[in-house]
């Protein structure tokens, strides 16, 4: 059992970053790999960025990529996404997830192969 607990999130202009945060408790961090999805509102939930177990492998969406940044800290127990240069469209509710996963290169992007969730914190995106 791994339980997930998000921060970070909150109000910013467009243009503007944030820094989410994921602590894990319970049984090792390590053996996960991590992910971040997110569901706007009347949308389904989506795949935003994946790191592996070991953190060397990192994927993100096209929509995304280059703006944000997934890493984490196994020590630690957490994981994070920086996102910058937000937009609108940026707007949604923000969950961690995480894959048991043998290896610890490999990551995954369906929602289905997760095990784990946290319980989400908004993100919202002024223009």
């Known amino acids: 059992q791994v339980q997930l607990v998000e921060s970070g999130g909150g109000l910013v202009q467009a243009g503007g970053s944030l820094r989410l945060s994921c602590a894990a408790s319970g049984r090792a961090f390590s053996s996960y790999a991590m992910g971040w999805f997110r569901e706007a509102p009347g949308k389904e939930r989506e795949f935003v960025a994946a790191?592996?177990?070991?953190?060397?492998?990192?994927s993100s969406s096209n929509s995304v990529k280059g703006r944000f940044t997934i890493s984490r800290d196994n020590a630690k127990n957490t994981v994070y996404l920086q996102m910058n240069s937000l937009q609108p469209e940026d707007t949604a509710v923000y969950y961690c997830?995480?894959?048991?996963?043998?290896?610890?290169?490999?990551?995954?992007?369906?929602?289905?192969?997760?095990?784990?969730w946290g319980q989400g914190t908004q993100v919202t995106v002024s223009s």
């Open positions: 997830a995480a894959d048991f996963l043998f290896s610890s290169t490999y990551v995954r992007q369906r929602s289905d192969d997760y095990d784990y």
């Open positions: 790191i592996s177990r070991s953190g060397g492998t990192t």
